[in-house]
């Protein structure tokens, strides 16, 4: 441990400053929307229904975490001590630590909006968003748009210690995934060459997204169609509460393993673009 807390300290200070940053956006977010009178919130089907920004931003600050410790301070950490087994396994406590405070953050902000919400507006609320976190309810709302063209939303109908700590689990898995995720992009950006990442990350992308453009032009209905097809039948794999559960883990396994191949004897920056 004690090998781990030169690296512990020098993430200190960007660890508070995303913490800090995820409560600030959350509370200006969602204390807006309720002191201009629930503007973009709707009322239906007896429910005040609230989106929150929470899920979104947590999941955003966590992909940039990653990135961060790989891309951005590992030449430090080398500059430090180039003790590059100790900064990695720093870096993925680290993350570790940040997914268990979101991820309780997360769940505690939702359980509490809703009773703010119900209190300032006198209504029944349901308090939803735009993450994976709510992977039982999405399997419910595709099934019912498909079926009945209308939407059912999450409420908090179960507010029992068992559902709690599950929730604070499904969150932690997702906001890992996504910065381990995070974490290898950062090591392949860290380790290619410039010219290399540009035509992998600019390049390439662009000109699959003109050709899709082009074919569209001229086959919108069978394109849209297709898309619109596979794209259910992906979600409903994916949504399916074991498979998910098991495709993150999978992915946090794969990426971290990739990330440490990456930096294990990746050089100072200097010379740091030695790859493809």
């Known amino acids: 441990m004690n090998k781990l807390m030169p690296y512990f300290r020098l993430m ?10 995820a409560f600030s956006m959350v509370i200006t977010n969602d204390g807006k ?26 999941v955003f600050l966590m992909f940039i975490y990653g990135i961060y410790f790989s891309y951005k301070k590992f030449n430090v950490a080398m500059n430090i001590k180039a003790d590059r087994k100790s900064y990695i396994k720093a ?14 953050f997360v769940v505690l902000w939702g359980l509490i909006l809703k009773f703010i919400v119900e209190y300032v507006s006198g209504k029944n609320s349901l308090i939803i968003g735009d993450s994976a976190y709510f992977l039982d309810t999405v399997t419910v709302i595709i099934n019912s748009f498909l079926e009945t063209e209308t939407t059912m939303l999450y409420a908090f109908s179960d507010l029992s210690i068992k559902r709690f700590i599950i929730d604070i689990l499904n969150q932690f898995l997702t ?25 992998i990350f600019l390049v390439i992308p662009t000109i699959v997204i003109t050709l899709g453009v082009g074919f569209s032009i001229f086959k919108t209905d069978l394109i849209m ?3 619109s097809i596979n794209l259910v039948n992906i979600l409903r794999f994916i949504i399916n509460v074991k498979i998910g559960l098991f495709i993150k ?28």
């Open 225 to 227: 169609n297709y898309i």
């Open 91 to 104: 870096s993925i406590i680290s993350m570790i630590g940040m997914g268990i405070v979101f991820a309780i």
């Open 12 to 21: 200190k200070k960007f660890t508070i400053l995303m913490i800090v940053i």
């Open 175 to 199: 906001l890992s995934t996504f910065s381990s995720i995070g974490f290898l992009l950062g090591s392949i950006l860290y380790r290619l060459k410039k010219k290399t990442s540009i035509i």
């Open 249 to 276: 883990a999978l992915t946090i396994v794969i990426s971290l393993i990739c990330s440490v191949l990456l930096l294990k004897n990746a050089p100072i920056k200097e010379y740091a673009h030695d790859l493809i």
């Open 33 to 58: 929307e309720i002191l201009t009178g629930f503007k973009h919130s709707v009322f239906e089907n007896g429910y005040l229904i609230f989106k929150s920004e929470i899920y979104s931003i947590t």
